[in-house]
């Protein structure tokens, strides 16, 4: 569709940027539920 092959490196790249992306949030998201849970078990024994 695009000259210079362009339609390529955009797929390859989005490709390595999809998984990154999706991959930093799921660390993001089970960082917070694990601090959370410590957090919740930290109330509960005092």
């Known amino acids: 569709m695009l000259p ?3 339609d390529f490196i955009h ?7 999809i998984p990154i992306i999706v991959g930093t949030n799921f660390m993001a998201i089970a960082l917070s539920v694990g601090l959370g849970l410590l957090l919740m078990e930290s109330i509960g024994k005092r």
């Open 4 to 6: 210079g092959g362009y």
């Open 11 to 17: 797929i390859v790249f989005w490709m390595v940027v």
